[in-house]
């Protein structure tokens, strides 16, 4: 009997255990569902993180992998950027005659905006797009030039404010930037931070101040070098807030490939992360590697037997340590000039 007890006992304890992710959550009050208030969302935070959540200004990205052949129809689109050094969007055309530096309007995901035509008429592959790509609305007027330049100083004032805020709240989160969409119906702003942040008390102190509608984004930290901008270890603009219009896989890799110091501190750049200037050169040197016997190879030469101890491929040339010779200096040759009788085992990568 006591036995039967027990065992009941045990199973209601059981049942009383439940997993975290079985708890109900609860309802979200009527403030949060408020139309001012908006929710995190966060970049991604590797290396194939996207500026700003593209999907905002249209529902295509600039190309997509597909399988093109000579039959592929084509469409010609337009090319808009609405940064600087931003990724190219692509949209369609219509009617419009567009050259390069005009000011457009297109539509977007998250209403009209003001961008610059990069590329006025282009064809591509039909299977690389994402249809129906959005329009072009209308060439921009000197009035939308004005309103978008309004807009720039308004974006300055909205993030001075934001500050106050957030030092008021003791946020951990850094500010980059402010930005106002094209017609004013929302207020982003864009921040950093170690983790997540409860800023929910934020955005109702700022959504009372400015009266629209706010939302505040997490972005990882090549976003923000690609904001702020800065000079990189060559003494140059960084090169992501030039020219780069999007971000490129970076690897150790590409270091390695290249004899570079593997010294996180010089080959890291503002951000902390990888230079993405190592894709540069990656795929000379991977070919001209492939060409040139590797060190600890054992070649031929015109002096003799011996085993390649550096190589330097872009110039095409090795040094070889003589196996007569063993306490004389590695000779330098080209890499035509020998003949490899014997590689070295390749290392399996842990």
């Given at each position: 009997m006591n036995s039967n007890n027990n065992f009941e006992n045990n199973q209601n304890k059981k049942r009383k255990k439940r997993p975290y992710y079985n708890k109900k959550r609860k309802n979200p009050t009527a403030q949060e569902n408020a139309e001012n208030?908006?929710?995190?969302?966060?970049?991604?935070?590797?290396p194939e993180e996207d500026m700003f959540a593209p999907d905002d200004y249209s529902n295509e990205h600039e190309t997509s992998v597909a399988v093109v052949t000579d039959d592929t129809p084509r469409i010609s689109v337009a090319g808009v950027r609405f940064k600087a050094s931003g990724k190219i969007y692509f949209f369609d055309k219509k009617d419009f005659q567009l050259?390069?530096?005009?000011?457009?309007?297109?539509?977007?995901?998250?209403?009209?905006?003001?961008?610059?035509?990069?590329?006025?008429?282009?064809?591509?592959?039909?299977?690389?797009?994402?249809?129906?790509?959005?329009?072009?609305?209308?060439?921009?007027?000197?009035?939308?030039?004005?309103?978008?330049?309004?807009?720039?100083?308004?974006?300055?004032?909205?993030?001075?404010?934001?500050?106050?805020?957030?030092?008021?709240?003791?946020?951990?989160?850094?500010?980059?930037?402010?930005?106002?969409?094209?017609?004013?119906?929302?207020?982003?702003?864009?921040?950093?931070?170690?983790?997540?942040?409860?800023?929910r008390e934020l955005v109702k102190d700022l959504a009372g101040v400015f009266k629209t509608r706010i939302e505040l984004r997490q972005i990882g930290i090549r976003d923000e070098a690609k904001l702020m901008g800065g000079l990189g270890a060559c003494g140059r603009p960084l090169c992501c807030s030039t020219f780069l219009s999007d971000f490129v896989q970076v690897s150790i890799k590409m270091a390695k490939e290249?004899?570079?110091?593997?010294?996180?501190?010089?080959?890291?750049?503002?951000?902390?992360?990888?230079?993405?200037?190592?894709?540069?050169?990656?795929s000379t040197y991977e070919e001209e590697t492939a060409k040139t016997p590797p060190v600890d190879a054992v070649v031929k030469t015109a002096d003799g037997i011996g085993v390649v101890t550096e190589v330097i491929p872009l110039a095409g040339n090795i040094k070889v340590r003589l196996n007569d010779q063993p306490d004389v200096a590695p000779k330098l040759y080209n890499r035509n000039d020998v003949k490899v009788l014997s590689r070295p085992e390749k290392k399996e990568e842990k």
């Amino acid at each position: 009997m006591n036995s039967n007890n027990n065992f009941e006992n045990n199973q209601n304890k059981k049942r009383k255990k439940r997993p975290y992710y079985n708890k109900k959550r609860k309802n979200p009050t009527a403030q949060e569902n408020a139309e001012n208030i908006s929710t995190v969302s966060e970049a991604p935070q590797a290396p194939e993180e996207d500026m700003f959540a593209p999907d905002d200004y249209s529902n295509e990205h600039e190309t997509s992998v597909a399988v093109v052949t000579d039959d592929t129809p084509r469409i010609s689109v337009a090319g808009v950027r609405f940064k600087a050094s931003g990724k190219i969007y692509f949209f369609d055309k219509k009617d419009f005659q567009l050259k390069e530096g005009m000011f457009v309007i297109v539509e977007t995901a998250r209403g009209p905006e003001f961008g610059e035509v990069a590329f006025g008429d282009k064809s591509v592959p039909e299977t690389s797009l994402v249809l129906p790509l959005r329009p072009v609305i209308r060439l921009a007027t000197p009035e939308d030039k004005k309103h978008h330049d309004e807009n720039k100083l308004k974006e300055d004032e909205a993030f001075k404010i934001c500050l106050e805020k957030i030092q008021k709240h003791e946020l951990d989160m850094k500010l980059v930037e402010a930005q106002y969409t094209f017609d004013n119906s929302k207020l982003l702003f864009y921040f950093t931070s170690a983790g997540r942040v409860d800023f929910r008390e934020l955005v109702k102190d700022l959504a009372g101040v400015f009266k629209t509608r706010i939302e505040l984004r997490q972005i990882g930290i090549r976003d923000e070098a690609k904001l702020m901008g800065g000079l990189g270890a060559c003494g140059r603009p960084l090169c992501c807030s030039t020219f780069l219009s999007d971000f490129v896989q970076v690897s150790i890799k590409m270091a390695k490939e290249q004899n570079l110091s593997l010294n996180s501190g010089k080959i890291s750049g503002c951000c902390g992360r990888l230079m993405c200037c190592l894709q540069y050169e990656y795929s000379t040197y991977e070919e001209e590697t492939a060409k040139t016997p590797p060190v600890d190879a054992v070649v031929k030469t015109a002096d003799g037997i011996g085993v390649v101890t550096e190589v330097i491929p872009l110039a095409g040339n090795i040094k070889v340590r003589l196996n007569d010779q063993p306490d004389v200096a590695p000779k330098l040759y080209n890499r035509n000039d020998v003949k490899v009788l014997s590689r070295p085992e390749k290392k399996e990568e842990k």
